[in-house]
DNA sequence: CGGGATCCGGATGGATACTG
DNA sequence: CAGTATCCATCCGGATCCCG
């Protein structure tokens, strides 16, 4: 339409996450995983060399840091940068839409509160 | 950790729409795209086959519902279901986490706020 | 311990041509 | 117009081995 092209923010958004597993990570550091191993904890399909990519990716996009603390052993830690700490609003909500499916039965009525509380409360989510 | 081992939430709505393109083309239907061809706009890296298994997969998942009008030309049309409208916060949040970035160059302040309130429209925002 | 290097088979993605 | 068929490229996942 215009020579000067707007790009859907949406779209600009899932750029910076659009590696399998980004999302997840971002997940598990939000709930206090740092190291390597614990990102491959719960996910049987992920490999060291997907795992390393996507960390990559995710620093050299900004929302991760890396911060490497002894060397032999080493000992590096992931964290999450201001800026992708405010991806917690997308996380809550992809878990909300799970846990506001009252037809998903995987979930019983109490479990699912519990969890919404879980999620409000390590995302900081204040509404 | 237990033996009825609880999946996680995000994990959970993250199986609906792990294809490459499926949030974007959820995006597109809500700003009112229906067609096959049309999902195909902007988007020069889409073929007809991934885009084809795509939206198979979000129908099968219940999301988008198919109706076939007329044969011959065919003329095809696809909609959310209501479990697909009730992506509208996800996606409103993957638009804001952009929208938000002050940083950000590519969007001036005014172009931002009339954004804003064109994904609030659309996506029935109330709050 | 946190990776990187390699190999490999399978899944996914993309481009083009073609059909009802 | 809405796909299917085909072929090729890329990515993923799993295994194993290695290094500082």
Redesign the interface.
Known sequence: MNPEK?????????SLI?K?WS??II?DMFFGKKHFKEFKEDKPNLSNKVLSNCLKDLEKNGLIEKKVLNTSPVTTEYYLTE?GQ??N?????????????DL?E??PED?RDE?KNT?RQTLKIDD
Do not use: G, H, W
């Open positions: 707007v790009v859907c923010p949406v779209d600009r958004t899932l659009n399998k999302i997840q997940r800026y405010s991806m609003r997308i996380i809550y909500e992809l878990a909300m839409f799970t846990l506001d499916d998903d995987n979930y479990k969890l999620f």
